[in-house]
């Protein structure tokens, strides 16, 4: 398992590449939100304007969707760094179990990085636990 650790960082980094991208999607909804906000729609449609919460809303939307997603993103490739510099495993391990969301890539990535970082050869990669129970 020791030697997956590089393809998993390289995989981290790409689904996070892939999630930032996708949320560039966003855009559309605030560019949505500011279109029918805007005094183009309410002088062309001579009256039956949507109401304006109607744009402050796609615009909010598309805020809180933006800055969801590209954290998520970042995360993810965070996670891909850490790994490859042998770092916070319990913090890849949580992002892992947060990809397990997003089906069907990320559930496969979230499986495959719990099952690499829990092996007791990339514990000791890793620098062994630091807490350790004796029973």
């Not at 029918?36 to 402050?56: E, N, R």
Request: proline residues 1%; hydrophobic residues 50%.
């Amino acid at each position: 398992m020791k030697r997956d650790l590089s393809l998993l960082s390289i995989l981290h980094y790409l689904n996070g590449a892939f999630i930032c991208f996708t949320g560039l999607a966003a855009f559309l909804f605030i560019g949505l939100g500011v279109f029918l906000s805007s005094d183009f729609v309410a002088d062309q449609s001579g009256g039956d304007a949507a109401p304006g919460w109607i744009g402050v809303l796609f615009q909010t939307f598309g805020w809180v969707f933006l800055l969801i997603v590209e954290g998520w993103g970042l995360l993810n490739i965070l996670s891909g760094y850490w790994i490859s510099r042998r770092r916070n495993r319990a913090a890849s391990q949580v992002i892992a179990a947060l990809n397990c969301l997003n089906f069907p890539f990320g559930m496969a990535l979230g499986i495959y990085t719990l099952v690499s970082l829990s092996d007791d050869q990339v514990r000791q990669e890793y620098g062994g636990e630091r807490h350790r129970f004796a029973y």
